[in-house]
């Protein structure tokens, strides 16, 4: 590597990482206030945070949503991604412009448009509209990853299940789910990911349980505090954890 | 955390656990940030057995059509603006309270404001805190003695050293008050003379920001005046950076007072009035004048004996007949007025 | 493709993501075209085919204007951060070694994973007078006096541009390994220089993952409240933050509607115009 290109590299990642790095020295600030002078290490806001009810509530929550969300996200992008690439369907470009349409509008009229929607038939919003909102947002890109990876690899094994007198369920729960399993995979933890730090549709569309960005965003209204700097470092920590495993464990094996 | 462990424990169970809570009595209250505070809620939880929900909520327009558009009983409590109360009642939101149910007779008599809560003779809240919007500051970096007149706060001077409040009633109240209007009287032909004041205010500006931004800005040197600010914005940062503080100029300032009462069609009437009379009690009024999302004075003057000494030097207490007699309350613009004071309002922002 | 079956069958497996989409999708979207030619009298809703929201965008400066900051913010964003984003996605394809690339990438990317909301509350306070920038700044003797730098359309231009370089860096990475190493080769081979390869060669070939990664800043750009909301302090507004300060303060969900629907249609343009190399059905 000439030096060039590596002084560039550095300097990215000293912007990538510049804000992470701020929050999280402020996260073991000793005072009350989350700026220099640096007066900790302290994990005082830590133990505020994790204890919390409101903060777990809303991580459960958020990881209820997310995972709920997600796996009807995928189950729904799959079935359509089949029955487009496994059958001749008239308009099919038609229905495929349909499909990824949300993909093109952005979450606030996504959420703005369920909230109407929701309020003018008189009924509430909870967890379960948000879940609702996020299946919209998700489905498209489960749906596109899905659909760009079934190949003819995957439709002879179909073709020759289909010959030995498999039925169509068989052929889809024994042979192409487990051909897929990567992609589905890939498709599952991104509909977790932007789920999970989804803001506005979830605003919009909760009530009194609220997912942890909705919470973090009270917080943030409410007053000047280390407490959020441990609240984002937390949230970090175990997303990041989560990444890397899934990196090593499912990833890393597939290829 | 051992909500978290507890949770995944019985991941199966949920539907049960989920059950069992509906089981407990509920109470469904639209409020402001200072009421989500846990040392203020939980007392009442556990002494009454019941699990209070709360919401928070921006504009009371915001609250009404959110009220109007809910089912019958799906709220039980609504605290508001106390200059919107009437506005709640026309609405039909707002449910009389039983006579005799909460007594005001220990409050700071200038904030029972009958006149606020009742309407036709017939009382439909109560007052629970009050404050100002008037000038926060950074003793460190400002003269004080500019600080005591309007006039010379957001002057040249401190170009680019200023942030305001992001609300518009308190600050156009300020406005009007730097222009001798008082603010009762504020009327549609006094908008040309706000937008001025409200324009040159904006020019010397560096931000307008909620409470957060503004407490960030005033805290890290980013601004030395928040227009707008008083107890309620700088109470928190007391402890660390005793330079941040607050006056009221000699023109006066904005009071703002927010009142508590039961939202009409209510299925929990009695449990509601419960809740009212908790947070106006002696303990209830302590806990809220010191929330940890924003403090401010109790209506109840009986909280002082809950509340230490240190609490209310910041809150301070003692100057309040002072406070009270200099300054002026919020604006209470009609529908048309009020629609008029946002655009003006948006137009400043947007300028 | 084979038909393998029936078509009906076919649309047993179409239906369910079709009914989800046209139900929670197609309709609250319609509904809200719908309302955006209603107008409100008092707090009392009424439905009509008035032009009344649209007319008054074109009145009020405060809601043009807010459309004007949107498309400037958007557009700044959007070629910043892919020219920010290019060279890194570059460096990391061709210049990292293989077995690194992965990591790296990873690395790259991993702050994607900090809370959203969060990740501009920290910008507010590396950007503030008294925030890491500055500090490091006089410190190294290079200013002699704290520069305002929160609280305007630079922090709001940072805090996206931070956000929107992970995700291009992603998908112009996806593009450029997928270039088979031979066509680098060969144009070399011609006798051309590393920047006529670049031009002639690359840039083409890659133009589809740039404009899909583009567009993608734009759309969640051009529609995002929380960042301009924490990091702009209020001293201009986009469309989102208009969008809900009528529906927090006053519940206006006509004029919010129409603004929503302004939005929409700026996407639309954008979308149109990008057509021809967009690829989102293969992301």
Not at chain 1, 54 to 83: E, K, P, Q, R
Request: with cysteine; aromatic share 10%; hydrophobic share 50%.
């Amino acid at each position: 590597m000439r030096a060039l290109p590596f002084a560039y590299l550095v300097l990215a990642f000293a912007f990538i990482y510049l804000p992470v790095a701020t929050l999280v020295l402020f996260s073991f600030q000793g005072g009350t206030l989350p700026v220099s002078p640096f007066d900790g290490p302290s994990l005082r806001w830590y133990r505020e945070v994790l204890s919390d009810d409101d903060l777990t509530d809303a991580l459960v929550n958020s990881l209820f949503v997310a995972t709920l969300s997600s796996a009807l996200a995928v189950t729904l992008g799959f079935l359509a991604a089949y029955g487009l690439a496994r059958h001749t369907l008239s308009g099919s470009v038609l229905i495929r412009s349909l499909l990824i349409a949300p993909i093109t509008v952005s979450y606030l009229i996504v959420g703005l448009g369920l909230l109407i929607v929701v309020q003018r038939l008189g009924l509430g919003v909870s967890l379960l509209t948000v879940g609702i909102g996020h299946v919209v947002i998700n489905l498209p890109l489960c749906f596109a990853i899905l659909y760009a990876s079934m190949g003819a690899q995957q439709e002879n094994a179909e073709r020759a299940a289909r010959d030995l007198g498999a039925t169509e369920a068989q052929v889809v729960r024994l042979i192409t789910v487990p051909m897929l399993a990567p992609a589905i995979l890939a498709a599952f933890f991104l509909s977790v990911t932007l789920s999970w730090d989804e803001f506005i549709i979830a605003f919009l569309l909760s009530r009194f349980d609220v997912t942890l960005p909705v919470e973090i965003w009270s917080l943030l209204r409410s007053g000047l505090s280390p407490r959020l700097n441990a609240v984002g470092s937390f949230v970090f920590l175990v997303s990041v954890t989560a990444v890397l495993i899934l990196e090593i464990l499912v990833f890393r094996k597939r290829r | 955390m051992k909500h978290l462990t507890s949770y995944f424990m019985c991941t199966t169970a949920l539907c049960f656990v989920a059950g069992a809570a509906a089981a407990q009595e509920e109470l469904n209250a639209l409020v402001w940030c200072d009421h989500t505070d846990p040392a203020l809620i939980q007392p009442f939880e556990e002494a009454n057995n019941v699990k209070v929900n709360l919401r928070e909520y921006e504009g009371t327009g915001a609250a009404l059509a959110l009220l109007e558009q809910s089912r019958p009983g799906d709220w039980d409590v609504l605290v508001i603006d106390g200059i919107d109360v009437f506005r709640a009642v026309e609405a039909g939101v707002l449910a009389p309270m039983p006579e005799g149910a909460v007594s005001t007779a220990d409050f700071f008599p200038q904030v029972v404001m009958e006149e606020n809560n009742t309407v036709d003779g017939v009382t439909y809240a109560v007052t629970e805190k009050f404050g100002y919007n008037t000038i926060s500051y950074n003793a460190d970096k400002v003269d004080a003695a500019d600080m005591e007149s309007l006039s010379t706060v957001w002057s040249e001077k401190y170009e680019g050293r200023i942030s305001i409040y992001d609300y518009y009633l308190p600050v156009m109240g300020l406005a009007a008050i730097a222009e001798g209007v008082a603010t009762a009287e504020i009327g549609a032909g006094d908008m040309d003379a706000i937008g001025g004041v409200l324009s040159t205010m904006r020019s010397r500006a560096a931000s307008v920001a909620g409470v957060v931004a503004a407490q960030t800005a005033l805290a890290t040197g980013e601004v030395d005046i928040v227009v707008g600010g008083g107890e309620w914005l700088t109470a928190v940062l007391a402890e660390e950076q005793p330079n941040l503080t607050w006056t009221i100029p000699k023109e006066g300032a904005v009071r703002w007072a927010q009142s508590i009462g039961v939202v009409e069609g209510s299925e929990n009437p009695d449990l509601a009035v419960e809740f009212i009379k908790y947070i106006v009690s002696p303990e209830g009024q302590a806990r809220l004048a010191t929330s940890s999302c924003f403090w401010g004075m109790p209506a109840n003057a009986k909280a002082g004996e809950v509340l230490t000494d240190a609490q209310k030097d910041i809150l301070r207490w003692d100057s309040q007949p002072d406070y009270l007699a200099l300054t002026q309350l919020y604006p209470a613009p009609d529908a048309d007025l009020d629609i008029e004071m946002q655009d003006l309002w948006l137009e400043t922002l947007q300028q | 493709m084979t038909p393998a079956g029936p078509s009906r069958q076919g649309w047993g497996f179409l239906a369910p993501a079709l009914i989800w989409t046209c139900a929670f999708f197609i309709l609250p979207f319609l509904v809200m075209g719908a309302m955006s030619f209603a107008t409100l009298e008092g707090r009392t809703l009424v439905w009509g085919l008035s032009l009344e929201n649209y007319i008054e965008l074109g009145q009020k400066a405060y809601l043009w204007r807010a459309v004007l900051v949107s498309l400037e913010i958007t557009l700044t964003v959007t070629v910043v951060s892919v020219v920010l984003a290019y060279p890194l996605a570059w460096i990391i394809a061709y210049r990292v070694p293989q077995r690194w690339q992965r990591l790296v990438l990873l690395l790259a990317i991993l702050p994607f994973w900090t809370s959203y909301v969060v990740r501009s509350y920290a910008w507010l306070l590396v950007l503030a007078r008294e925030g890491v920038i500055n500090q490091t700044l006089i410190g190294a003797g290079l200013l002699a006096e704290p520069v305002t730098l929160a609280n305007t359309r630079f922090a709001t231009v940072t805090g996206f541009v931070h956000f929107f370089v992970m995700l291009l860096t992603l998908t112009i990475y996806a593009n450029l390994v997928q270039l088979p190493a031979n066509y680098r080769k060969a144009a070399t081979d011609l006798g051309a220089n590393a920047f006529q390869t670049f031009w002639h060669v690359i840039l083409p070939l890659t133009l589809p993952g740039i404009v899909t990664g583009a567009f993608l800043t734009f759309v969640l750009c051009i529609g995002d409240y929380v960042t301009p909301q924490i990091l702009g302090g209020n001293n201009e507004l986009t469309v989102p933050q208009v969008i809900m300060v009528q529906l927090g303060r006053r519940a206006d969900f006509p004029l919010a509607s129409a603004l929503a629907i302004v939005l929409m249609a700026l996407v639309t343009v954008v979308y149109l115009l990008s057509s021809r190399w967009l690829r989102l059905d293969r992301l």
